[in-house]
Each structure stands twice: as C-alpha cells, then as structure tokens.
C-alpha cells in the first residue's frame, strides 16, 4: 500500500492548484481521479472567467488570491494560459438592478475592489454596438478577467507533477476508512492508498464520496449550458453579464477570448437538477438570442460548439471548505456553484495553509463562511 502526506480526491478546478501547492512545498500527495486525465470534469465546461467582485467577504478575498496566482502565472511558471485582465461589467437596464448593483459597491469598495457607476455614455464605449434602448448604466470592475480553463488545468498539472505530485487516473474511489489520527486509507477499485490528511474535491460527486469520509455533505450538481463562436474581429474586452431574466433563462453572460472567440452561457430558469451533461436543443436558441438582443452586431456570428456542464450546488450559493470536526486529517473544498475556475487557487491557497500550518490564510471571521457548520438557511449570494 503507497503511503503519501495528502490525498486529493478530484483533479479539476480545485484539487489541481492544491497538488501543485502542496507538492511545491515537498509535502507527498497524490491525487486520484475518476475520469482519464486531469480537467476533464466541470473544469473544461467553465467559460473562463475570473472576478473578485462578489457580495461575500470570503469570496472577495479568496477570489483576490485566485487573480493574484493567474495574473502572475505565466512570469513565475512560463505557461501562456490565456489570462486576460477584461474586466467584468454589468450593464443595466431595469431601475431594481440599478439600485441593487449600486447597494453593493460600498461593500465590494470596503475590500479594496476597483469598481464604479458608469453612465450609459461611457458604457457604450466600453461596449460599443450594445443596445442603447433603455440602457441606464452599469458597473465595471477592470481588475476582474478571464482565463482558459483548459490552459490553466493543464498548468497545474504540469507544474505538481514538476514538484513531485502523483496522479492516479481512470481510477473510482470506493471507501474511505480513518485508521487513527494520523491515518486515513483511501480505496480505489483498483488499488488501496494511505495518508496523514484526506481532502475531498470530487466537485459534482462531492456529497458521495462524503459518505465515505462519515459526513453528508449539502452539495447537489445542476447543469448549465454554454457555447463558443468562431473568432471574430476583437471589439470590447469585458466579461459582460446581463443579469436580466427572460422566459428560460435567468443571467446571461458572455466574453470575447484572447483568439477573438465570444464564450457564452446562460442560467436556465427553472434550474435543471441531475448530473446529465448531454447539450439540449432548446439552449442555443436561447442563447443565440439573448446574445444578438444585447450585441445585434453579433448576429452573424458562427456557432462553433456548444457543452453542458455542472454546477455542484449548495443551499446558499457558497462553497463548503472546512476540515472536519472531530477528526484530525479530513478536508472538504466543494460545492462551487459554478464558480470553482475562478475560486480555485485561492481555495487551494487556504487548504493547502490550513493543512499545512493548521490556520487558512483569510481571517477565520471571514473564512468561516465556507465553514460546513454554517447556517445554510440565509439567500444566495446576489451576484451568483
């Protein structure tokens, strides 16, 4: 039986950046996956973007780490993974947006972020050719951007298998046992596995491996659609968001990637439970819509694909990142919400300090909201 310091169960959004954390601080870990190589569950279906502007303290900060690592991956490490400091802006046109958006700009100025009021006029600059009918203005963060989600999985694989991190792929975890304090066996169906510290970041399948681990875990997969044109001519450089419901559909949100690509996905309402991730007939006419009402100039934009993906759901709309009360060596970091790409390396910034130094890097006022004893109850975060 191999015997290791960490065990990570997932290599996606999350359970990548913390191998690569925790081997380049020589701790041994390995990493066991289902599927056939890394980044191939919810990490490939994300569209890319990265934002520290939420309503959540603990998001703010987190995601702050997150943009910090991508922004200076490719100076420390050398790989190109498509970051691109856009921005994020959320245009408005209904006067409850309006009101809504600007009710959290104290909150969101409170933890340092660069974000404003811009007025119809240079929001239309900003995005030239949106539709001007009714536009009020909306918010722009330009320190928020986006990144492949592809690219950057693939550099953290690369970089923790440098370190020294192990992957064990195609491989299903079947049981998990805690010795004793110091020791936990993971079992595979085809190998058993034994380590000093256990975190569980098996994304969608987060709750059942946490039956495993003795813990029930309030987390439930939802799917979301999303799509990307041909490349076209590059013309506005946001992340946008409409955050406007429409029948089917709640948000909309699109960006134009590094190659002129326009990336784009919905919410759908009502939301669509289950782990099914064949693509649907009814998404792209929505989409397609959605995306040409708010850009007509897109209209002649070629569909180059479309993906379904999902989003591992909790009852609040923030994640669960905790160790688990009573024993010494189990972790959780899931329940993402959609938002594990851009959460990621921040997560793992704080588990891997957690683990290795028994403190996270956030203030634990502020970390103990991603805390599993939380009061679930309170509304989903509003920017979600």
């Not at 998001?59 to 690592?69: A, N, P």
């Not at 690369?158 to 192990?166: H, I, S």
């Not at 609040?316 to 009573?326: N, R």
């Amino acid at each position: 039986m191999s015997t290791y310091d960490v065990i990570v169960i997932g290599a996606g959004s999350v359970g990548l950046p913390t191998a690569c954390f925790l081997a380049e601080k020589q701790v041994r870990t390995l990493v066991i996956d289902e599927l056939s190589s890394s980044g191939q569950g919810q990490n490939k279906a994300a569209i890319g973007g990265v934002r520290a502007t939420h309503s959540d303290p603990a998001k703010i900060r987190t995601c702050q780490l997150s943009l910090d690592v991508f922004s200076t991956w490719q100076d420390k490490y050398g790989d190109d993974i498509h970051f691109q400091r856009g921005g994020y802006c959320f245009p408005v046109y209904e006067e409850a947006d309006e009101l809504a958006l600007k009710d959290l700009l104290a909150v969101q100025k409170d933890f340092g972020l660069e974000i404003d009021w811009v007025e119809a006029d240079n929001l239309r600059e900003l995005l030239p050719g949106i539709d001007p009918t009714g536009l009020r203005g909306g918010t722009y963060s330009p320190g928020d951007g986006n990144v492949s989600p592809i690219l950057a999985a693939r550099a953290f694989y690369d970089r923790a298998v440098e370190f020294g991190a192990e992957f064990r792929f195609a491989e299903r975890v079947i049981g998990v046992e805690c010795i004793n304090s110091s020791e936990v066996t993971v079992k595979t169906d085809k190998a058993t596995y034994s380590a000093g510290k256990l975190l569980n970041a098996a994304g969608a399948h987060a709750r059942e491996v946490g039956r495993m681990m003795g813990v029930d875990l309030p987390v439930e997969p939802d799917s979301h659609e999303g799509g990307v044109t041909d490349a076209v001519l590059r013309f506005f450089e946001p992340l946008v968001v409409d955050i406007r419901g429409f029948p089917g559909s709640k948000n909309f949100y699109f960006y134009q990637e590094k190659e002129g690509h326009v990336v784009f996905c919905l919410t759908p309402e009502p939301i669509v439970p289950g782990l099914d991730r064949d693509s649907t007939s009814s998404f792209l006419p929505q989409a397609a819509g959605r995306l040409i009402r708010l850009f007509p100039r897109l209209k002649n934009a070629r569909v180059r694909r479309v993906w379904r993906g999902l989003y591992p759901m909790t009852p609040d709309g923030v994640p669960i990142v905790d160790k688990i009360e009573g024993s010494d060596g189990l972790f959780v970091a899931v329940g993402f919400c959609g938002q594990g790409l851009m959460l990621g390396p921040g997560i793992a910034k704080n588990i891997v300090s957690l683990m290795t130094t028994g403190e996270p890097l956030l203030p634990m006022n502020i970390f103990a909201s991603f805390g599993l004893d939380r009061d679930f109850g309170r509304p989903s975060e509003a920017l979600k």
